[in-house]
């Protein structure tokens, strides 16, 4: 049986090949994804390792509480300079230096400022020990004054600076310009992670970075020789409260751990796309092998009566599946580590840096990519296999076998159940925020549905085909051939359905984001002018903005802040808007209590959701941490509609001011006096000395909101692709067997004089037809799921419902090009085929 | 152990007298030579038994036989009696042909003692085994082990070369191969040259020929021949039909072979007339001409 099955899979490679080549493009995916989140887990582990190579210990302050942000480490204060003093005093140190880090952003020789699309721009100390320093100098000298500045190298090469040249760089207060006196490396690396390093002696960067007489932390080295264990308990002993002691390799270890967990949310998602691709894979796989066996009919027949066992037809079947499973699963394996390669590119395309390093292939890659790529193939062909098995043994000796499926009643009960579990399973997940349970339920859907649609595949096809009909014969068979096997024009679909239900419910559910955030703009500011940073991932920007914002014809000019706190031991974001031109500025409906008067003395407002949630009201009490000031208590003073603005939780700028370390602007909202002109002129001019900054006016900051979630919706569609792209191979290889299937009487029709090109026509419409019904499938599934995941998120901001009907069709009408061009292979095939040796085939 | 119920036909009558069945394997007997393949004379005489009733033959001797064996298609007033109650046994060494019209149950016969469909009422045995108490195990085990198959349209595994196409029921018994059984059935078959070749690189003869291997590879209790010349011209069906009376004769094979060719029929030892599901006739030592007119008879 071995022997027919290997044989079977050698006399067959072009449509195993094109059946495997779903399964290469799904391990693919998975393997690169594993290899590239690999390769920077390992780059970053073994970077922060080197950098803390020599620091025997760090003192810090004690963390507040953890950031929620991705990547973000804990929350801590800065140190007063004299606990360096202390630690030097303590026997066994033999060095201690103070290091701070804040905000600093270059700007390029163009003027414009450099961004790095998602990390840091860092302003960081210099320390002079080679041996604590993570920094190495590789051109020019260290910064030595309050006038020279380093640079990293990543930034020096991309933007052509050089040791020597004057170099302005944006800082919490007033921009500022320095000579460049050398290049640094981090540890082994250009740069940080991506980051731009701005690197200062400890002085200025105490001072330009907002943390004068502070440390954000002192790295130590002990006496060589001496007990570090002792040393450090002898620290630890010394030091003031709300500080500690660490060591070097715990901090490295911090460090990395922060950084692979943002690394583990990216790979994650990628991971999702991975498998929503062998999911569609899998369907591709199913069809292919339940035509396979409906094809080999009679053969499977003879072997059941030469003594072939019903284990053994089984074995053979599912067997031919694991060899095309594992060497799919090899050769996805292979264009993995092409593919964490291409990824690389592809991110960098959407702006996102990562750091350069030996790829990392570890045997868990192997074992992950051998056991899920075998494992849809295997899991994929467990039902055409049970056909196979049901074939009677006569079968073989009559002309005509009908296929004994399961009946079509008791599929449509099954697929009904499993499509209504997966409906609850959705409902369920999507209200209890169960991101798992969502998924199942997905899946479920999508085979209920799967196994529903050769009911309607019949209709259908007929309905999608009229038109094609009109066209003449080729479209007249095209149509009555995507109707003779309703289940096979099913299941060649169902890839492509689940495919374009997915594009589609992202269409949908970044149309509803995408107006919600148009539409919460209006309802939550009224400034006319919004003052931003530029690019993603600073952070925030200059104080002295604000100041400068207040040109002619501004009538009000108001910062808002951002930043963590513990609110009720869960970490949270917190606004603050200055008081006194709040109601010129932003659009606050509070509901309860007051506004401004509550903001002014101090009192938290809170939103109604978070009120009815938390069961709050104005006047609770509730506890609060901010990493600089500990845990206390603040009052409700008032409770105010959702902002999408604001958030959650707002105090006024003052109290923001007094609470936070290193507080930045994120935004500057000005209103412009009545009758005001220019305004957006005299903002562009007195801005300009920031060229981090944007100015837009309403209209245009909604615009540019509405920009980055297409930019999201942009790469979901990219990742999206691929499983597209897998169904329609699924539709080449399905259209595939069926010319071969239907060689004889093509050459027939071929025979009576259809002409080749009405050959091609009549395969091509054919395509059009099964692509058609996947898409419409597809796109009313997806739309549903696109409703259902807007409207939970109702709470989260998604406020407004919208149905991309013109994206929606547009996808529609692609589908049917891409069912066309899937066609153009098969239909020349069948248009080449010989006559008179078409004929004689059987 | 069943009893086989006399019910007026003669099937023992033809078993007895074939004294030289089962004699020898003949490994040195002639092959086929072009004598031998020449339509069968007047030696043998033809033996009507139609009225003759004779005691049942000793069980033993049976390769395979059926108990008032019925087979019923739908139901109702729809319901189309394919076989109406027939009993039949097959000798062993005996080529035994099949004989009637398109719908007189003859395939369905076939099936039925070969286990491929279940009776409606009555039993089918294959040596002592009764086919019908067997479940889907054990009729794989009955086809693989005890029973060869020769179809019309040759049914070769087309992936498989010829070689491993007539060991493929070895192969799925997990058996050690008998290469001396298998050079001897490929040096009778004339196909020594071919064995590497695959189906669609041999004619329909050797096609044929190299299913009649597979068939016999295992040694069976019975071959079943369904139409084995349907397809073949008829240089290959002489060839193929002097074979299968070789066979039985000088291996002791036993053969079942459905037929509407008389020609075909008379290469038989004994043929089993049938129509609408029922045995109306059963000659021994057939000629063509006795054939045709047993078949003209029961046409009219």
């Not at chain 1, 003192?59 to 800065?78: D, E, H, I, L, Y």
């Not at chain 1, 009919?297 to 009566?305: D, H, P, Q, S, W």
């Not at chain 1, 979630?709 to 290889?733: C, D, F, P």
């Not at chain 2, 198959?149 to 192969?171: C, G, H, K, W, Y």
Request: proline letters at 4%; charged letters at 15%; a neutral charge.
């Amino acid at each position: 049986m071995w022997k027919v099955t290997v044989k079977g899979i050698l006399t067959h490679k072009l449509r195993l090949a094109l059946t495997g080549l779903a399964i290469v493009l799904g391990v693919t995916f998975i393997s690169g994804t594993l290899v590239l989140t690999d390769t920077l887990h390992n780059t970053f582990t073994s970077l922060f390792g080197n950098v803390y190579q020599h620091v025997d210990f760090q003192v810090r302050s004690k963390a507040a509480f953890t950031s929620n942000s991705a990547g973000g480490g804990a929350v801590r204060t800065p140190v007063p300079e004299s606990v360096a003093g202390t630690v030097r005093a303590v026997p066994g140190v033999a060095y201690a230096e103070g290091s701070v880090s804040g905000y600093a952003q270059f700007v390029a020789p163009d003027g414009k400022a450099i961004s790095t699309g998602g990390a840091p721009t860092l302003g960081v100390s210099f320390d002079p020990n080679p041996e604590l320093s993570s920094l190495r100098v590789v051109a020019g000298h260290a910064p030595g004054s309050t006038h020279e500045i380093a640079m990293d190298e990543g930034t020096a090469t991309k933007y052509h600076f050089h040791v020597g040249e004057r170099v302005a760089v944006l800082l919490t207060g007033r921009p500022q310009t320095f000579t460049l006196s050398g290049i640094v490396r981090f540890g082994s690396a250009e740069n940080l992670a991506g980051a731009t390093l701005a690197v200062f002696d400890l002085p200025t960067a105490q001072s330009v970075l907002g943390k004068v007489g502070q440390y954000d932390a002192i790295d130590v080295l002990a006496t060589p020789g001496a007990d570090k264990a002792a040393v450090e308990r002898a620290i630890a002993r010394a030091l003031p409260p709300g500080t500690e002691v660490v060591t070097g390799q715990t901090v490295a270890q911090e460090q990395s751990n922060s950084i692979n967990q943002g690394l583990s949310f990216f790979s994650t998602a990628l991971l999702v796309f991975a498998f929503i691709s062998l999911f569609v894979g899998g369907f591709t796989i199913f069809n292919t092998f339940s035509i396979t066996v409906g094809q080999r009919t009679r053969e499977l027949a003879l072997l059941r009566i030469v003594g072939a066992s019903r284990r053994q037809v089984f074995r053979s079947v599912l067997l031919e599946a694991a060899v095309l499973g594992v060497v799919a699963s090899i050769v996805g394996l292979g264009l993995g580590v092409l593919a964490a390669i291409g990824l690389e590119a592809l991110l960098k395309g959407f702006g996102i840096t990562l750091p350069a390093g030996p790829l990392v292939f570890l045997p868990r890659t192997v074992v992950v990519a051998l056991v899920v790529g075998i494992g849809v193939t295997v899991v994929s062909a467990i039902s055409p296999a049970r056909r196979a098995v049901a074939i009677p043994p006569v079968a073989a000796l009559s002309d005509q076998h009908e296929e004994q499926g399961e009946s079509s009643r008791r599929r449509i009960a099954v697929g009904g159940v499993i499509a209504a579990v997966g409906v609850a399973a959705l409902v369920v997940g999507l209200s209890e925020q169960a991101i798992a349970l969502v998924g199942i339920g997905a899946v479920a859907i999508f085979l209920g549905i799967g196994m529903l649609a050769p009911v309607v595949a019949r209709p259908m096809a007929s309905v999608l085909g009229r038109p094609l009909a009109l066209f003449g014969i080729s479209g007249r068979l095209g149509r009555e051939n995507s109707m003779r096997s309703p289940r096979r024009t099913a299941q060649t679909s169902a890839a492509l359905m689940v495919g374009l239900a997915l594009v589609s419910t992202i269409a949908v559910f970044g149309a509803s984001l995408s107006k919600s955030a148009t539409s919460s703009v209006d309802e939550a500011i009224s400034a006319d002018y919004i003052i931003t940073a530029s690019a993603s991932g600073t952070g925030g920007f200059s104080q002295s903005v604000a100041p400068a914002a207040a040109v002619k014809g501004a009538a009000a000019v108001s910062t808002v802040y951002g930043g963590e706190f513990e609110f009720d031991d869960v970490v949270s974001n917190l606004t603050a808007v200055s008081t006194e031109h709040l109601a010129d500025t932003v659009i606050l409906r509070v509901e309860q209590g007051s506004g401004a008067p509550a903001l002014a003395a101090g009192d938290l407002l809170i939103d109604t959701t978070t009120a009815a949630t938390k069961h709050l009201s104005v006047g609770s009490s509730v506890a609060v941490t901010f990493a600089k000031t500990g845990s206390s208590t603040m009052k409700v003073g008032g409770i105010f509609k959702p902002n999408a603005l604001i958030g959650s939780y707002l105090v006024s700028d003052a109290y923001f001011l007094s609470h936070f370390d290193d507080p930045l602007p994120v935004a500057v909202l000005v209103r412009s006096a009545p009758g005001a002109t220019g305004v957006g002129a005299a903002l562009d001019r007195g801005l300009r000395s920031y060229p981090n900054l944007q100015v837009q006016t309403r209209a245009q900051f909604e615009q540019s909101q509405q920009a980055q979630v297409n930019q999201l919706l942009g790469l979901v569609y990219a990742l999206l692709a691929l499983a597209v792209v897998i169904a329609l191979i699924g539709i080449v290889n399905t259209l595939m067997l069926s010319v071969f299937e239907r060689t004889h009487e093509i050459g027939l029709l071929r025979a009576v004089g259809m002409r080749r090109r009405q050959v091609r026509a009549m395969i091509r419409s054919e395509a059009v037809i099964l692509a058609l019904f996947g898409a419409i499938i597809g796109v009313v599934i997806g739309t549903g799921l696109g409703v259902a995941f807007a409207d939970s998120l109702q709470q989260q901001g998604i406020t407004d419902l919208v149905i991309p009907v013109a994206s929606l069709v547009v996808f529609l009408v692609l589908s049917g090009l891409l069912g066309l061009g899937a066609a153009s292979w098969p239909a020349r095939r069948a248009a080449r085929l010989d006559v008179l040796a078409a004929i004689s085939a059987e | 152990m069943p009893v086989v119920l006399d019910i007026g036909l003669d099937i023992g009558a033809g078993v007895a007298r074939r004294a030289h069945t089962c004699s020898t394997w003949c490994l040195g007997a002639a092959t086929m030579s072009g004598s031998a393949l020449q339509q069968p004379g007047a030696e043998g005489q033809h033996h009507m038994a139609l009225d003759e009733t004779v005691a049942p033959a000793p069980v033993a001797l049976a390769a395979a036989r059926a108990v008032g064996l019925e087979k019923t298609y739908g139901k109702g007033d729809s319901a189309v009696h394919a076989l109406a109650g027939i009993t039949v046994e097959f000798g062993r060494g005996e080529f035994t042909a099949v004989m009637g019209p398109s719908g007189s149950g003859k395939s369905t016969l076939m099936h039925c003692m070969a286990g491929l469909d279940t009776p409606s009422a009555g039993a089918t045995f294959v040596g002592d085994q009764e086919v019908s108490r067997l479940d889907e195990a054990g009729l794989t085990r009955l086809r693989r082990d005890r029973i060869g198959f020769v179809f019309q349209s040759f049914n070769l595994v087309p992936t498989l070369t010829a070689r491993e196409n007539i060991l493929l029921p070895v192969d799925l018994a997990g058996a050690k191969v008998d290469e001396d059984w298998f050079d001897f059935l490929v040096g009778q078959l004339g196909i020594g040259d071919r064995l590497s070749h695959r189906p669609t690189e041999m004619s329909g003869g050797q096609q044929q020929r190299v299913a009649c291997a597979r068939a016999l590879i295992r040694r069976p209790d019975l071959v079943f021949a369904d139409e084995p010349t349907g397809n073949l011209d008829s240089n290959a069906a002489g060839e193929m039909l002097g074979f299968l009376r070789h066979s039985a004769r000088e291996l002791g094979q036993s053969i079942v072979m459905v037929t509407h060719d008389p020609r075909g029929a008379a290469y038989a030892g004994r043929v089993v007339f049938l129509a609408d599901g029922t045995i109306v006739g059963d000659m021994s030592d057939p000629t063509a001409e006795s054939v045709l007119e047993q078949m003209k008879q029961l046409g009219t």
